[in-house]
């Protein structure tokens, strides 16, 4: 039976190493972070993912899956390996490769014949094929002639990632026709999903973008329509509600913005590609605009309500509820919450945050003070960020300051209203 090493034990790695291990391959997870290897080894996740720490106890003690931060060891030893490493946004918003450049180049050291090589990292298209493949060449070793090469991308969503992973479809590009049987035959061990194999690599690595593409820019049209309906003093979410009765329509939610590791990078992935080319992605790169700049559209929110009680907002108390960027989750990255907290800041309020899933420490180094739900309803005003499920049960009595702002559609303005309360909302009049 085939060896795997996966490279990168995150959100995705760790799930996907350990359904591996659990399908009964050995499995060598590959981490940089010595903790995170420490505490894999342990049988401890160092992420939260429902079912997660369960599986991982049963892997580990097993003997199936077993983490090193030795990369080099673990290609030498290993005849499937598995890159799921970040790929972020420089700051110049422009890929930042360096985590797959060097996992490929671990692997490189260890390459043998008769390898397979997948990339499950979100990459710009042609990654693999320019940047990945002549890495992995360094070895002396020729591509379809002594190991193969695969992209599979992962559409996992957080909180639902191992039934995800186990019923998902999974798209497999590669660079010839061995190399796709056999990861088609690997991943059809883990998941009921169908298996679609597309043309080549560039194509499957042009799919995972353009999926989430679909998604933030349907998400900015929803924002847009939500903020012109504003003006309109017409409720957004009701409007939607009513359009989506149309069979063939299907209007995103608005919200304060997208966050994530996923939709709010992978656009500009193509967008980089695009302009390279010389082919504008006009749509995609104005998406993104509109989206990013929700959280100040929030703030105006804040402030035209804060001005409407006579409170200046540098004078102010703000309670923010939520810095996880979607409910349910405690994961910040690229989180609106963040851009919002530094406005606010920079405004001289006072921030403080409520989160149920975000440790304190992080809420700390975003400038803002952790506090109870309780305190963070006592503010001038207090605004609703993240769909969290607790957030739900919010009632009018429990709001112990005069405005509330809910930038995610989950809770009926009227009941609000009626109390007194300033009730705005992204899309509400
Ligand atoms: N999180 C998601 O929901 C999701 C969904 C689909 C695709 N993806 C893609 O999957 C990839 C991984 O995302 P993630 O959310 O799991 O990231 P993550 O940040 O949760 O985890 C990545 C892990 O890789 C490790 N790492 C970094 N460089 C390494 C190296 N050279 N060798 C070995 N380990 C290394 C880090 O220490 C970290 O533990 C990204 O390209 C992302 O875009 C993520």
């Known amino acids: 039976m085939d060896l795997i090493a996966v490279f990168g034990l995150g959100h995705i790695g760790l799930p996907t190493a350990a359904l591996f291990a659990k399908a009964g391959f050995k499995v060598i997870g590959v981490d940089i972070n010595p903790d995170i290897v420490n505490s894999i080894n342990q049988g401890i996740s160092p992420i939260i993912e429902p079912g997660l720490d369960e599986l991982l106890v049963?892997?580990?003690?097993?003997?199936?899956?077993?983490a090193t931060d030795d990369g080099e060891y673990a290609a030498r030893k290993a005849n499937i390996m598995i890159i799921v490493v970040p790929t972020p946004l420089g700051a110049d918003k422009s890929s930042d490769l360096s985590a797959v450049i060097s996992a490929s180049r671990t692997i490189s050291k260890g390459l043998k014949r008769g390898d397979l090589?997948?990339?499950?990292?979100?990459?710009?298209?042609t990654t693999c094929e320019k940047i990945i493949l002549p890495i992995l060449e360094e070895s002396g070793l020729k591509v379809s002639?002594?190991?193969g090469l695969v992209y599979t991308p992962e559409r996992a969503l957080p909180n639902n990632?191992?039934?995800?992973?186990?019923?998902n479809a999974r798209v497999i590009g590669s660079i010839d026709e061995e190399s796709a049987e056999r990861a088609?035959?690997?991943?059809d061990k883990i998941t009921r999903g169908e298996i679609v194999k597309v043309k080549d690599i560039v194509t499957a690595e042009m799919v995972k973008l353009m999926e989430n593409t679909y998604r933030d820019t349907n998400i900015a049209l929803a924002n847009e329509l939500a903020i012109i309906c504003e003006s309109l003093g017409i409720?957004?979410?009701?409007?939607?509600?009513?359009?989506?009765?149309?069979?063939?329509?299907?209007?995103?939610?608005?919200?304060?913005g997208v966050g994530g590791h996923c939709l709010s990078i992978d656009p500009y992935f193509i967008v980089e590609m695009a302009e390279a080319r010389g082919v504008p992605a006009r749509l995609i790169r104005t998406a993104r605009q509109i989206n990013e700049e929700m959280p100040y559209h929030v703030l105006q929110l804040i402030k035209?309500?804060?001005n409407d009680t006579g409170v200046n907002i540098g004078d102010s108390n703000i309670g923010i509820l939520g810095v996880a960027y979607k409910g349910n989750v405690a994961d910040t990255r690229e989180t609106p919450s963040k851009p919002l907290i530094d406005a606010l800041l920079q405004e001289g309020a006072h921030v403080v945050v409520h989160d149920p899933y975000v440790k304190k420490e992080i809420i700390k180094a975003m400038g803002a003070e952790p506090v109870?739900?309780?305190?963070?309803?006592?503010?001038?005003?207090?605004?609703?960020m993240t769909d969290h499920d607790e957030y739900r049960s919010i009632e009018p009595n429990m709001i112990q300051g005069k405005v509330f702002i809910c930038a995610r559609p989950i809770l009926q303005p009227e009941k609000f209203k009626k109390k007194g309360i300033i009730f705005r909302g992204v899309g509400r009049p």
């Open 372 to 384: 109870t739900l309780k305190e963070a309803l006592r503010c001038d005003c207090t605004v609703l």
């Open 235 to 256: 409720d957004a979410i009701d409007a939607i509600k009513a359009a989506n009765y149309h069979p063939r329509v299907n209007l995103h939610i608005p919200g304060p």
């Open 304 to 306: 035209d309500a804060l």
């Open 161 to 167: 990632t191992l039934y995800e992973m186990t019923n």
């Open 184 to 187: 088609a035959a690997l991943y």
């Open 117 to 125: 090589v997948i990339v499950e990292s979100t990459v710009p298209p």
């Open 58 to 66: 049963e892997v580990v003690k097993k003997g199936k899956l077993k």
């Open 145 to 147: 002639e002594d190991f």
